[in-house]
């Protein structure tokens, strides 16, 4: 944030991932000739792996948005001026400018200061620089664009009410083609609802279904550009096929994939264990008063086994460092729990896991989940992860190869736990089974390190009891 004059002020886009470089701006809920207050809500950005509000630090009039929805920003670039003295009958920097002056190209951009390298949140940090890959008719930094400014010319002074909804009903929406300000609101306090929206887009595809054309289709996992023309991502009848823009979420993932499958060795190790009394065990937790309002699951006793064998087996929870030729043990765990959400797969981590009571385990793993699904996982809380697991089971898939996190040595896939024939006690019954997958570095974890951890947490779901007398 700079001061250019008495009367205008300029906000920059802030670093919101300890060491981002850049953002796309999501959703603007201000506009030019609207008033805004000190800690407003004047935009939505996402990063590489999370979406962020931002609130302005200042009071006055929107003069300026200096970038549409849709455009990556810098790190450092003034995204919108405001008049924080309005009606001084002082004229603005740009009025005798022209509005709408044609930019034949985008000026090169500047380099970025030497020596910074961008971190992925969530993947720790990666090792090839970040360049801004602006949209076509992107403005140049500073300029209006006629859409922005037309916005400008239509507007008073007066604040436009910005209509109340949670950010996963925000990108629906978007995914939608709706504008929530023209949807009826059925939730408490004038919130609108998933249903709400869904309610505004059943027109749209009817109308598309009687006229043939292609109506506005969400797509998990995939973040769309706000703009007048067509959405590359909907496909027109007869298309052979259809091209999505690698942003966000899904290009951060890409990126942090490759670096890990091409730097760290996997090695991958299964094993197939009866978790009968595992399930058993769950099943008391529920109704256990200590564990009342709690989420308790199969998943919650899984990580509390993996603990349990960290502990056991330590020197499975670090991390190789290049640069210094160290091997970095970790006395702590960061338990990374692999989320799908409607942005893509996000891995946000439970900090200090190894300290946790299992009330409190489950309590860090159900606000995990419950801020996964809105959409409100922030940055911090996917940075500094020691060891990963990744619930394959859900999609009721038997097992995986999973791919480290970098910066991590080891994590865990866990299969779909299903009733198959098993050798009990001499006789064949059905019992509860489920096939577990341990990748780890092969540079500091060898053969024997992994094999002992996935046998003690294999041991562990066999016999739960073990938590007690093995912690």
């Not at 289709?217 to 496909?235: K, N, Q």
């Not at 009866?274 to 564990?291: F, I």
């Not at 086994?305 to 640069?323: G, H, Q, Y």
């Not at 040595?409 to 096939?435: E, M, N």
């Amino acid at each position: 944030m700079t001061e250019t004059s008495a009367r205008f002020r300029e906000f920059k886009m802030p670093d919101v991932g300890e060491g981002l470089t850049e953002a796309e701006i999501l959703k603007w809920y201000v506009q030019p000739g609207d008033t805004v207050t000190d800690g407003q809500v004047v935009c939505e950005v996402e990063t590489a792996k999370a979406a962020v509000e931002l609130p302005i630090p200042f009071d006055g009039v929107v003069h300026e948005l200096r970038f549409p929805e849709g455009t990556t920003v810098d790190v450092g670039e003034v995204i919108i001026s405001v008049d924080v003295a309005p009606g001084s009958g002082e004229p603005a920097p740009e009025a005798a400018a022209p509005a709408q002056t044609p930019v034949a190209e985008a000026p090169a951009e500047p380099e970025k200061p030497q020596g910074r390298t961008p971190v992925l949140v969530g993947y720790g940090v990666a090792e090839s620089s970040t360049k801004r890959r602006p949209r076509k008719g992107a403005p140049v930094p500073g300029q209006a664009t006629a859409a922005v400014q037309g916005e400008l010319n239509g507007h008073g002074s007066a604040p436009v009410a910005r209509p109340l909804a949670k950010p996963p009903v925000r990108k629906l929406a978007k995914d939608l083609g709706i504008d929530l300000a023209s949807v009826v609101p059925t939730g408490p306090d004038g919130v609108i609802t998933r249903e709400d929206v869904h309610a505004a887009a059943a027109p749209a595809v009817e109308q598309a279904q009687q006229t043939g054309q292609a109506a506005p289709v969400a797509t998990a996992g995939v973040s769309r550009e706000t703009t007048p023309a067509p959405v590359a991502a909907v496909a027109s009848p007869g298309a052979r096929e259809t091209r999505i823009p690698i942003k966000g979420v899904r290009k951060a993932t890409a990126q942090a994939m490759i670096g890990s499958a091409f730097t760290a060795p996997h090695v991958t190790e299964f094993v197939t264990v009866d978790v009968t009394r595992t399930m058993k065990l769950v099943e008391e937790l529920k109704g256990d008063k200590e564990m009342a309002g709690l989420r308790v699951n199969p998943l919650l006793i899984i990580a509390k086994a993996l603990l349990v064998a960290i502990k056991r087996n330590p020197d499975v929870n670090a991390a190789w460092d290049e640069a210094a030729q160290e091997i970095v043990l970790k006395h702590y765990v960061n338990l990374g729990i692999a989320a799908a959400t409607p942005r893509g797969l996000i891995v946000p981590n439970i900090k200090d896991a190894h300290d946790k009571t299992l009330p409190q385990l489950a309590s860090a793993l159900g606000d995990l989940v419950a801020t996964a699904r809105e959409g409100k996982t922030s940055p911090a809380a996917m940075q500094g992860g020691t060891v990963t697991i990744t619930n394959v089971g859900v999609f009721g898939v038997d097992t995986g190869t999973p791919i480290l996190n970098p910066g991590e040595s080891a994590i865990l896939a866990v299969g779909a736990i299903k009733l198959q024939p098993w050798v009990h006690k001499g006789k064949v019954k059905p019992r509860q089974v489920t096939t577990l997958a341990l990748s780890f570095d092969h540079r500091l974890v060898d053969g024997e390190l992994g094999s002992k951890v996935l046998a003690d947490v294999a041991a562990i779901l066999e016999q739960p009891k073990r938590l007690i007398t093995w912690a």
